[in-house]
T-cell receptor, first 114, second 112 residues
Framework: DGGITQSPKYLFRKEGQNVTLSCEQN?????MYWYRQDPGQGLRLIYY???????QKGDIAEGYSVSREKKESFPLTVTSAQKNPTAFYLC?????????????FGSGTRLTVV | DAKTTQPNSMESNEEEPVHLPCNHS???????IHWYRQLPSQGPEYVIH???SNVNNRMASLAIAEDRKSSTLILHRATLRDAAVYYC?????????????FGQGTELSVKP
């Protein structure tokens, strides 16, 4: 079955450490997105990529980095420069064609800084 | 980015219809209206989307005002599993990378 997989489901990080969240899709979607969600809040866009080897900053990119070396993969690195990284991170993908059928989201990674 | 306005919360009784409103007075001609819902600790789930005409699928119906400045998501018979946060979002497929910009959404509770 096609879908989008995020791993790990839970992640604990010590302050000052970088950590990478994985996102893989087998939907043949061109575009991929990373969102952050804080408790009781909506989703905020961190980075997005419309095509391999290209990506753009979203609304809250500071302290994060991404790469898009393969169509299927869009990993997110939370760096030590991110002041408050504890949050629920969601990855999504979509086609870039008009008349699309929306985004497909992963099940999320909950990151906690200890 | 065009913005949407939704009520913070709504209540419904099980097996009754639910009408979730959304205002988007600054919508542009290329904006699609998308609806997603999110259960606690899960990723959002696509519900429905439309451009100008009303849309129906197995999950819900979307009624779009003639001037496109508002829309309503209709759940025909609410079940307990429909309790979630519902997001109304405008997506510009031609510009801005087709980004979805989420607002606060409407938290729907369903009473048995």
């Amino acid at each position: 079955d096609g879908g989008i997989t995020q791993s790990p489901k839970y992640l604990f990080r010590k302050e000052g450490q970088n950590v990478t969240l994985s996102c893989e899709q087998n939907l043949n979607h061109d575009a991929m997105y990373w969102y952050r969600q804080d408790p009781g809040q909506g989703l905020r866009l961190i980075y997005y990529s419309q095509i391999v080897n290209d990506f753009q900053k979203g609304d809250i990119a500071e302290g994060y980095s991404v790469s898009r070396e393969k169509k299927e993969s869009f990993p997110l690195t939370v760096t030590s420069a991110q002041k408050n990284p504890t949050a629920f991170y969601l990855c999504a993908s979509s086609t870039q064609l008009t008349g699309d059928y929306g985004y497909t989201f992963g099940s999320g990674t909950r990151l906690t800084v200890v | 980015d065009a913005k949407t306005t939704q009520p913070n919360s709504m209540e419904s009784n099980e097996e009754e219809p639910v009408h979730l409103p959304c205002n988007h007075s600054t919508i542009s001609g290329t904006d699609y209206i998308h609806w997603y819902r999110q259960l606690p600790s899960q990723g959002p789930e696509y519900v429905i989307h439309g451009l100008t005409s009303n849309v129906n699928n197995r999950m819900a119906s979307l009624a779009i005002a003639e001037d496109r400045k508002s829309s309503t998501l209709i759940l025909h018979r609410a079940t307990l599993r429909d309790a979630a946060v519902y997001y109304c979002i405008l997506r510009d497929n031609y510009n801005q990378g087709g980004k979805l910009i989420f607002g606060q959404g409407t938290e729907l509770s369903v009473k048995p």
